[in-house]
């Protein structure tokens, strides 16, 4: 991987596209720190470190690249784009319009991208208004709403979807322009930016506590690499066929054999964002329930912040429990969107001992089924993480969460391949011009 980096910085435009990353990745950490009109800075702090709302901020301040953290324009992140991307993937199989882009190769992707662009303004607004009614009530924001401060709350979600909008272009000029998926490189970069101040924290407060995370942050990044590479390939051969050539002659094409490679882990981080999206809101509500005067309320709410907060036990199986769920479910939906047992049928493909059509399609899933119980129990433990390890080191702190490992992971390992790529491609260009 060191000698691919060196390679690819000894090559003009590769420099080029890598610098170009670079700078991009710095023009939004300048951005994240403009931060909207009247922010609290020590209210905002107090808001990060509540049991409650803190699990919420910090899932979705870590998707907005740590610029939640300072409340800046840029605090929704790419965070809507994602849902947007989300929602039209779960669409595509209900909807026969989606289908129909789905099946229309390149022209097809580029209106579910418009759509998907389209759909991001509407949710990134509802998730303003949402982050600046929390922000509101925990006094981060002193004029939020309607009543008395439109102008205000106008300007304030103006900014906040016009950050989105932004941080999205940036992710697209990085795909174009530079190295990698732009959208999950900001992501990573804000990721990494964090680590300095986690580190610092765990010195001050514990320093055995950031000894065992360093070793344990090492481990995990092992297996996440060993899983996330991990992948199942199911031989399939192609049958022979004579082709017409020029001249009446023939030719005898197709006879070869290659493999499908089904991944281990084929949903990435998404399982985490349902889980963490479901279970912030019990925690959520209890923290304004336990704030009523009434005491029935207010004892009901400081039990499920007991029990489901970021230090119950309950929380943590739950999220393990629904992790595991998710993933078979959104395993399930985009391989039934791939078609694979059609596809291979329409080229003539056929797995050896599977008799194409139904069959091969129950084969496929079965094999899917099975191999996905390899990947929702890894998800489901790297997502626990925090829960399993603070009996070694009495705090919960970690240098990167467990979601933000499978960010830095899957994301270093995919710019890799694509630097590889490149790389190969111009030795082969090099080649044929001599």
């Known amino acids: 991987m060191i000698e691919a980096l060196r ?3 000894r090559m003009p435009d590769l420099r080029k596209k890598i610098l170009f990353t670079l700078g991009i990745l710095v023009i939004y950490r300048f951005a994240a720190h ?3 009109p ?9 808001a990060f470190s509540g049991s409650g709302t803190g699990q919420m901020l910090n899932f979705l301040n870590l998707l907005s690249g740590g610029a939640l953290a300072e409340f800046s324009v840029m605090a929704l ?5 994602i849902t947007a991307q989300i929602v039209i993937q779960l669409l595509t199989p209900l909807i026969p319009q989606l289908q129909a882009l789905a099946k229309e190769g390149e022209a097809g992707r580029q209106k579910s991208t418009l759509y998907t662009y389209i759909l991001t303004i509407p949710l990134a607004l509802l998730q303003g208004v949402a982050q600046g009614a929390l922000m509101m009530q925990y006094g981060v924001l002193t004029r939020f709403g309607l009543g008395g401060a439109t102008l205000v709350t106008i300007s304030i979600l103006a900014s906040l979807v016009a950050g989105t909008m932004l941080a999205v272009w940036l992710g697209e ?4 322009e530079g190295i990698g998926n732009g959208i999950s490189i900001i992501i990573l970069g804000g990721i990494v930016a964090q680590v300095p101040g986690n580190i610092a924290s765990l010195i001050v407060g514990d320093v055995t506590g950031l000894i065992a995370f360093i070793i344990l942050t090492i481990i995990t990044v092992g297996v996440i690499v060993v899983v996330q590479e991990g992948e199942r390939r199911i031989p399939v051969q192609y049958g022979r066929r004579v082709v017409a050539m020029r001249g009446n002659r023939l030719r005898v094409a197709g006879g070869q054999a290659t493999h499908v490679p089904l991944k281990v882990n084929s949903a990435g981080m998404i399982p985490l964002i349902f889980a963490q999206a479901i279970l912030i809101f019990p925690s959520a509500i209890a923290s304004f329930m336990a704030l009523s005067a009434n005491g029935l309320i207010a004892g009901v709410g400081s039990f499920i912040a007991r029990n489901f907060g970021s230090t119950g036990n309950m929380y943590w199986i739950a999220y393990f429990l629904m992790v595991v769920a998710f993933t078979y479910f959104y395993t399930d939906v985009m391989f039934r969107q791939q078609n694979l047992a059609e596809m291979l049928q329409r080229q003539g493909g056929f797995i050896p001992g599977i008799r194409p059509g139904k069959r091969t399609e129950d084969y496929l899933n079965g094999v899917v089924q ?4 390899v990947g929702a129990l890894f998800l489901g433990t790297v997502a626990v993480l925090p829960w399993l390890v603070r009996g070694v080191a009495q705090t919960n702190t970690m240098l990167i969460t467990s979601a933000g490992l499978l960010i830095v992971v899957g994301v270093v390992l995919d710019t890799m391949r694509q630097l590889e790529a490149q790389l190969l491609m111009r030795r ?3 080649f044929l011009r001599r």
């Open 77 to 81: 992140g790419v965070y809507p784009y």
């Open 34 to 36: 403009v931060p909207v």
């Open 173 to 176: 000029l990085i795909s174009q």
């Open 7 to 9: 390679n690819a910085l």
């Open 428 to 430: 082969y260009e090099g």
């Open 38 to 46: 009247g922010v609290n800075r020590e209210a905002l702090a107090s």
């Open 370 to 373: 099975r191999i996905t119980l």
